[in-house]
């Protein structure tokens, strides 16, 4: 893939370094003012510098301590006056010749954006071999010009530096954000006016809606989105009671009286029609008394009804509009969930087939045999009652979940209503067809504790049912499936897996779409007995998940993993990262960070070359979640979703989260190229975490046409059979 063309300001200012005959490699150069001519200038600049040091506080304040950034403040003729940041690289460009006092130019310093900034009175960035000197190749680099408002003169320049590998477009939208706030500051400082700038800064914004009360709770201040919001003037609300705002009142209460904060509140204002994200904090004196409050909010209503549609398409089924499998398992799981059932409270899941439709699909076509479907769904809808649910399982199959049922004869009505419904004709093609349909039924807990085990109980039922003359149900009973050790057997063979060393990875390699680059290996475990032969994961990792044997095979995993990659590495291959499956288990243990911090040190793999891959199941707890990835990435390690668009992640969660990357699950890939609904749902996840910041990878791509359809909406990497099946470690060398 041809790389893209560099900015024409880059190769401009390349060819000017050339003209002036600077040399790459050889050290960029500094003009040093004078003791006295830097009080002077100093002194000149008194004024500026000192709201530019205000904003570069807070700028820096909102980055994690230690964070590898530097932030730089010129004059107009690019003289560095002030300099701060992470101390050693503040101490590494200072013995460049990088330091206040001294003169930046592209005639002695090569291309920088300082002098781009000030030249072309625009916002510029410099990434990597952007830079003319190749000592800058590892580093990134923003800067935005400051400019008296009202004059429109520049007065100088600020700029960021941080490294390379942490580029991020956000850091042009943060620089001009605080220069805005410098310019505001400074304009209404030559205006004498005694309002806050910052305050000032909230209530101009346009995108922002803002309020500021008094301690009484009246309106002080409100800009015009806010006024707009509740389809007033802002006249109309200055002075009035915020108390009595509709659905904001309650929290400004609780924010004046009670000192409380709140930060990215969702608020769905139903009357206006509008969903926003809402923060407010008290304002206080400098003895600390509360003396009124503040709060703003930002309307997310586009942002939620999209992400309302991508969870209604993928829990809802296209043809017939009832919810789908992903949804009945969910609902099912957390009704076993419900602690406050009652003893005698049972759950009935009943498997419905319809008998002969293949017949009639066949012989009618796909076409009728779809609006079939469609007649035979809503009358099922018409089956259910309350908190009843059925879905479309896929094909001609069903499944229901009735709650509350107290015994096998409430049931037993229930199933027999459903078969009735069958009785009437459905009319197909202008020709009536009678159908009917077979039902198996499994109880809570009678016949499982799970909804795996549920929905199998009710399928053997179901079958029962067909092979005693279909049109009928049957419950299930225990004779009608084979009973066998497995479980207990696999259990001692698992332990003494462990001890033999039995297991093994393969390896299936993550590639970067366009251009083919590998980028990421993702490790499998496999197992091969020595008498039983190869034993699928599918089989031994649910009995492993049961017994609680998946943390030592997690473990195993984990050190086996990052062995392998620092091998490889040693070894001269490229360094990419490795990607583990963290179990429920394992990522819910206390000493998650400092177990995976003490294999990285044992293995002496960098932090940044381990992935852990987590699924949507572990995040329902959102505080936990925050704080055990927040310190997974502190550690430098990278974070995956696994398996996205499986659960109920919202997307607004996703960015507390501190993900780098989401893994969409293969369910969605596999029909993106048929036209089903899917590839909607597959373009809209792109997109969203794309908003936010996160990389996408597809895993499960099989096809060419899957790739150009993932290429074409811009996914960043996929893996599947497509490019390799997993493999053992001696035959992944030759993808590298």
């Avoid at 830097?38 to 205000?54: D, F, G, I, R």
């Avoid at 015009?224 to 509709?246: D, H, I, Q």
């Avoid at 407010?280 to 400098?286: K, L």
């Avoid at 009943?350 to 076409?367: A, C, E, P, Q, Y």
Wanted: proline letters at 4%; a negative charge; aromatic letters at 8%.
């Amino acid at each position: 893939m041809t790389p893209e063309p560099k900015p024409s300001y880059v190769t401009q200012s390349h060819e000017l370094c050339k003209k002036y005959n600077l040399e790459p490699d050889v050290m960029p150069m500094y003009n040093q003012l004078s003791a006295e001519e830097l009080q002077a200038k100093v002194v000149e600049y008194e004024e500026v510098l000192k709201v530019t040091q205000y904003f570069m506080d807070k700028l820096l304040e909102s980055l994690p301590e230690q964070y590898p950034l530097l932030v730089a403040v010129c004059d107009h003729e690019a003289t560095i006056l002030q300099i701060a940041g992470e101390k050693s690289m503040v101490s590494m460009l200072d013995e460049v010749g990088f330091r206040v006092g001294g003169g930046v130019s592209e005639k002695l310093s090569g291309t920088n954006v300082v002098t781009l900034s000030l030249r072309l009175q625009s916002p510029i960035q410099l990434i990597g071999d952007d830079h003319f000197h190749t000592i800058f190749h590892g580093s990134s680099c923003y800067a935005v010009p400051i400019k008296y408002q009202d004059e429109k003169t520049i007065i100088g320049s600020i700029a960021v530096m941080t490294a390379a590998e942490l580029h991020n477009p956000l850091f042009i939208t943060m620089l001009q954000t605080t220069a805005d706030s410098i310019e505001r500051e400074l304009t209404l400082r030559r205006q004498n006016k005694r309002l806050h700038i910052l305050n000032q800064i909230i209530m101009e914004t346009k995108k922002n809606a803002a309020i500021m009360i008094d301690n009484e709770g009246f309106i002080t201040e409100l800009n015009r989105p806010a006024a707009a919001t509740f389809l007033c003037e802002r006249p109309e609300l200055l002075g009035k009671s915020v108390f009595r705002l509709p659905y904001l009142g309650p929290y400004f209460q609780e924010v004046l009286h009670a000192g409380k904060h709140y930060e990215d509140i969702e608020i769905s204002l139903d009357r206006y029609h509008l969903v926003v994200v809402f923060d407010a904090s008290p304002i206080v004196d400098r003895g600390g008394k509360i003396i009124g409050a503040f709060g703003q909010f930002r309307d997310i209503t586009e942002r939620y009804e999209a992400e309302a549609k991508v969870n209604y398409m993928a829990y809802h089924d296209e043809l017939t509009t009832l919810p789908n499998r992903r949804m009945f398992i969910q609902v099912a799981k957390n009704e076993l969930k419900r602690e406050e059932r009652g003893e005698s409270e049972q759950l009935a899941v009943v498997f419905l087939d319809m008998d002969r439709f293949k017949i009639v699909n066949d012989s009618l076509g796909h076409s009728e045999g779809d609006q079939l479907l469609m007649q035979v769904s809503d009358r099922l809808k018409r089956c259910v009652q309350g908190q009843d649910l059925v879905a479309r399982m896929g094909g001609d199959e069903f499944m229901f979940l009735f709650k509350g049922v107290s015994s096998r004869e409430q049931v037993k009505q229930r199933v027999s209503y459903i078969l009735r419904s069958f009785e009437k004709p459905f009319t197909v093609g202008g020709s009536e067809f009678y159908m009917s349909s077979s039902l198996g039924v499994a109880l809570y807990p009678e016949h499982g504790r799970d909804i795996e085990t549920l929905m199998i109980h009710a399928d053997s039922a179901m079958y029962q049912a067909k092979s005693g003359g279909k049109n009928r149900f049957t419950f299930f009973e225990p004779d009608m499936r084979k009973v066998t050790n497995e479980q207990l057997e696999l259990e001692k063979a698992i332990r003494k897996a462990l001890d033999r060393g039995e297991f093994s990875l393969h390896y299936q390699p993550q590639i970067q779409i366009g251009t083919g680059k590998l980028t990421g290996i993702e490790a499998l475990v496999r197992w091969h007995h020595p008498t039983m032969g190869d034993i699928a994961p599918s089989r031994f990792i649910p009995v492993a998940e049961d017994t609680g044997l998946i943390l030592p095979i997690g473990e195993w995993v984990l050190r086996e993993a990052c062995r392998q990659n620092k091998t490889w590495q040693d070894a001269g291959y490229p360094p990419v990262r490795i990607s583990i499956n963290l179990s429920a288990a394992q990522f819910a243990q206390s000493h998650l960070i400092d177990s995976i911090k003490k294999v990285l040190a044992e293995t002496k793999l960098e932090a940044k070359y381990l992935e852990v891959e987590i699924t949507e199941s572990m995040t329902m707890d959102v505080a936990a979640t925050v704080e055990a990835l927040h310190g997974l990435r502190a550690l430098g390690v990278q974070i995956a979703m696994d398996d996205f668009g499986t659960g109920y992640s919202s997307f607004n969660h996703l960015k507390r989260f501190g993900l780098h990357r989401l893994k969409i699950d293969k369910s969605f890939i596999s029909d993106i190229d048929s036209g089903s609904h899917d590839a909607d749902i597959v373009g809209s996840i792109i997109a969203m975490a794309h908003q936010l910041g996160l990389l996408v990878i597809a895993e499960g791509v099989e096809t060419a046409e899957q790739l150009a359809f993932l290429e074409e909406r811009q996914c960043d990497e996929v893996q599947g059979y497509y490019f390799s099946k997993p493999l053992p470690p001696e035959e992944m060398v030759r993808l590298f």
